[in-house]
T-cell receptor
C-alpha cells in the first residue's frame, strides 16, 4: 500500500491563480479530510468527507472546494489563490475505529 | 472547538519517562481517544488509541481514567527523536459527521 499520496509536494502560485491539490489513498478508507497548517501553528480542518459523494465544511472552508467522486480520491481546489493561503496542506484518511493516516503534505506559497 | 485540552509545552530528560496529560471531560461513549505526534513539519504520525482500557504498543502506553474524562500518554524512555508536538484528539466510532478538530497539542522537548 502506498498510503496517502499527495501531489505536488511543492507549489508556487501567483495571486488569483487556481489549482488543484491532489490526494489519493489506496486503503479503501471511508473518511478523508484536508487540513492546513500555517508556520508555527496547529492543524485546521478545511473540508472533510465521510464517503464518496458526501463532503462537508470544516473550520476554514472559504476559498476552497472539494469533491469526492470516488473512494480513493479527494482533491482540494483553490479557486483564486491569495497570499493568506500560503500554508502546508495535509490530506488524511481513515476507516471506522481507526485513526487518520496523513500524507506528507503539499507546501504552497502564494506570491 | 477541539474537545480536548493539553498543556502547551513540557520538558523531559532523555531516558526518563514522558507523561503527557490530556483532558477530554465531554467525551461521549462512542468516542475513542487518539494520540498523534508531529515531528517538525512532517505529517502527523499515529501513536496509539483506546476506548476505555489501557493500551500499550511498541511506541507508547495510554492510560485512560475510569470515568474516561482524561488520559495520559506515556513514552517510557524518551529519546531526542521524541521531541515533537503531541496531539490528543477524540474520534467517534462511526459517524456521518467526521469533523475532527485538532487542538494546539503539547510541544514536548526531550533534553539531553
Amino acid at each position: 500500500n502506498a498510503g496517502v499520496t499527495q501531489t505536488p509536494k511543492f507549489q508556487v502560485l501567483k495571486t488569483g491563480q487556481s489549482m488543484t491539490l491532489q490526494c489519493a489513498q489506496d486503503m479503501n478508507h471511508e473518511y478523508m479530510s484536508w487540513y492546513r497548517q500555517d508556520p508555527g501553528m496547529g492543524l485546521r480542518l478545511i473540508h472533510y468527507s465521510v464517503g464518496a459523494g458526501i463532503t462537508d465544511q470544516g473550520e476554514v472552508p472559504n476559498g476552497y472546494n472539494v469533491s469526492r467522486s470516488t473512494t480513493e480520491d479527494f482533491p482540494l481546489r483553490l479557486l483564486s489563490a491569495a497570499p493568506s493561503q500560503t500554508s502546508v496542506y495535509f490530506c488524511a484518511s481513515r476507516r471506522t475505529t481507526y485513526g487518520y493516516t496523513f500524507g506528507s503534505g503539499t507546501r504552497l506559497t502564494v506570491v | 472547538d477541539a474537545k480536548t485540552t493539553q498543556p502547551p509545552s513540557m520538558d523531559c530528560a532523555e531516558g526518563r519517562a514522558a507523561n503527557l496529560p490530556c483532558n477530554h471531560s465531554t467525551i461521549s461513549g462512542n468516542e475513542y481517544v487518539y494520540w498523534y505526534r508531529q515531528i517538525h513539519s512532517q505529517g502527523p504520525q499515529y501513536i496509539i488509541h483506546g476506548l476505555k482500557n489501557n493500551e500499550t504498543n511498541e511506541m507508547a502506553s495510554l492510560i485512560i481514567t475510569e470515568d474516561r474524562k482524561s488520559s495520559t500518554l506515556i513514552l517510557p524512555h524518551a529519546t531526542l527523536r521524541d521531541t515533537a508536538v503531541y496531539y490528543c484528539i477524540v474520534i467517534p466510532l462511526k459517524t456521518s459527521y467526521d469533523k475532527v478538530i485538532f487542538g494546539p497539542g503539547t510541544s514536548l522537548s526531550v533534553i539531553p
